[in-house]
């Protein structure tokens, strides 16, 4: 909480004190310099009594320049009520697992339910389907190799 004077009336002659609320943006870098070896996202869009809810997902498989491989889950949910704007969001990263790397293994098909301008609608990538690389781990050695012949770009999450 904060006060602030604010100043109303005829030519704003008139003032007032008033407590505030206001959200203080911090950052703090979770991932240093990096290359993104993988990338999914997942977007929902709905509308419930009167509450319209946008939704957004986004994970990377990041190999970091000291050799680190970690997994970044990013997301940002806005609801919007005839009151105002409520946002949460969310930046976390771990070190992989080995399901982390077999998930590399299989195929990330671009999917879509439902329509704009109806009560619900998803889109994405994100959901794993079949296994593509029938060998444990070619997914990440394909990847690293993707990287190594400079088809990757280095890329810096927003903080």
């Not at 029938?134 to 190594?148: D, E, F, N, P, R």
Request: glycine content about 8%; proline content about 3%; hydrophobic content about 35%.
């Amino acid at each position: 909480m904060s006060t602030e004077t604010i100043r109303s009336g005829f030519l704003g002659l008139r003032s007032k004190t008033v407590d505030v609320q206001r959200a203080v943006v911090t950052s703090e870098e979770v991932v240093g310099p990096h290359w993104v070896l993988h990338q999914t996202w997942h977007n929902i869009e709905s509308k419930e009594r009167g509450i319209y809810t946008e939704y957004y997902e986004q994970k990377y498989w990041v190999l970091q320049k000291d050799g680190c491989l970690l997994k970044v889950w990013r997301w940002e949910e806005a609801k919007v009520f005839s009151s105002g704007t409520r946002v949460e969001n969310d930046l976390t990263a771990s070190a992989m697992t080995e399901d982390d790397i077999l998930m590399l293994d299989r195929s990330f098909p671009p999917y879509e339910k439902g329509k704009h301008g109806s009560s619900f609608k998803c889109w994405g990538n994100r959901e794993p389907q079949q296994i593509v690389r029938h060998a444990k781990g070619v997914g990440m050695s394909l990847a690293l190799k993707a990287l190594l012949e400079g088809r990757r770009q280095e890329l810096v999450i927003p903080k």
